[in-house]
């Protein structure tokens, strides 16, 4: 079989089902279940607590002794380097808020829907991330000439598509030396939760959460692009089943708001006092500086107040004064950044649910 009929194949598999309209799976429960989102209140936070930051785990948790846990650089390099945590931690450290979204938040409201981790909105988390720059050690192990792309691999595999592989992702040189990619030990000021990379772990601001490998294992230096499933597969912005399609990298631009009022406990439709109702929210964006934030009432669009972001990285607060009249209303939030990009009302659908950054709707009735 041909390479491009082996890609076509795995592309096709990349999701585990043709999208449906039909209600959630047992398999998507399952998923749900081991992954969490980031309660929207939670927006009322600069910085996430690690308890409630979103949470994605492709395979297993893997179990890492701190003792005996070694990170390898090696490949197309002029000196392989093997450090212990310890060897890490001695370097110079940087303290950094970045916010993380995964790549497939909101793929629960797309129609049809891909079949794969459910997410409404709230895959997203802004932690302060303690680590040191990756560049000094790639410029201590001195790359090769003809090195492309460095290959981060964790210490959690699985099954995906029908291939056997350790999760892994890679970057090009000139991105892996960007100064905010980092080797992060700590979050918020602890070391890192087991669940989130425990004892190290990739942080690649700006971009989705997938390419900030959680319990890094390896880094190497390679002269070919890198072909892994998480990479080459997984992650593309496509609009039927055949390949490649567009790489994932940058986070879209994206305002949520914290529902205001109470909530229904099944249906979470909102439920607000008539009067003043002070609305508040959160905005971010990979591709530029969030420069303004709009909210819908009925249809009608109003600027927001923003505040000065957390970080080059983190999202930033807005806030706007809504007099609530009694009856049923629909609010929306939405951002624009600096490359001119805003927020779409309609998401455009795609084949993997990637990047659905549509504004988001919250339905309220006021008494």
């Known amino acids: 079989m041909s390479k491009h009929h082996v890609k076509q194949r795995a592309t096709q598999d990349a999701n585990p089902g043709q999208p449906t309209q039909g209600p959630l799976t047992h398999e998507e429960l399952q998923l749900s279940g081991r992954n969490h989102s980031m309660p929207l209140e939670a927006l009322q936070d600069d910085i996430t607590p690690a308890g409630l930051h979103y949470l994605l785990i492709h395979f297993d948790i893997p179990h890492v002794s701190a ?24 370097r110079p450290a940087v303290t950094m808020p970045v916010t993380l979204e995964c790549a497939g938040n909101g793929r ?16 997203v988390g ?18 090769a000439s003809d090195a492309v792309e460095l290959v981060f ?12 592989e350790p999760y892994a992702r890679s970057l090009s040189v000139a991105e892996a030396m960007h100064p905010e990619v980092m080797l992060v030990y700590a979050m918020n000021g602890s070391p890192l939760p087991i669940q989130h990379g425990f004892p190290l772990r990739l942080l690649v601001p700006g971009w989705y959460g997938m390419a900030s490998v959680k319990w890094l294992t390896s880094i190497e230096a390679v002269t070919s692009r890198f072909m892994g499933f998480q990479q080459a597969v997984a992650y593309h912005y496509l609009q039927g089943p055949d390949g490649p399609g567009i790489p994932v990298s940058h986070i879209r631009v994206r305002s949520l708001m914290i529902p205001p009022g109470i909530p229904d406990f099944y249906t979470r439709r909102r439920v607000v006092d008539a009067g003043p109702v002070m609305l508040h929210g959160r905005a971010w964006s990979g591709h530029g500086e969030v420069e303004r934030v709009e909210v819908g009432i009925d249809g009608e669009w ?26 049923e209303h629909v609010l929306r939030c939405r951002a624009m950044d600096t ?21 988001q709707v919250v339905q309220v009735t006021v008494r």
């Open 67 to 90: 003792d005996t846990w070694r990170l390898r650089l090696g490949g197309a390099v002029n000196r392989s380097l093997e450090l212990s945590l310890e060897d890490i931690k001695a």
């Open 108 to 123: 629960s409201l797309l129609k049809p829907r891909p079949v794969s981790q459910p997410w409404v909105l709230g895959a």
């Open 126 to 143: 802004t932690a302060e991330w303690t680590g040191t720059p990756l560049a000094p050690l790639l410029e201590e192990a001195g790359l």
């Open 153 to 164: 691999t964790g210490a959690d595999a699985g099954i995906q598509g029908g291939v056997e």
């Open 302 to 327: 109003m600027p927001a107040h923003l505040e000065p972001a957390l970080g080059d990285f983190a999202w930033r607060a807005w806030s706007m004064v809504w007099v609530a009249s009694p009856g």
């Open 339 to 359: 490359s001119g990009a805003l927020q779409p009302t309609d998401q455009v659908w795609n084949y993997q649910g990637i990047g659905n950054n549509m504004a």
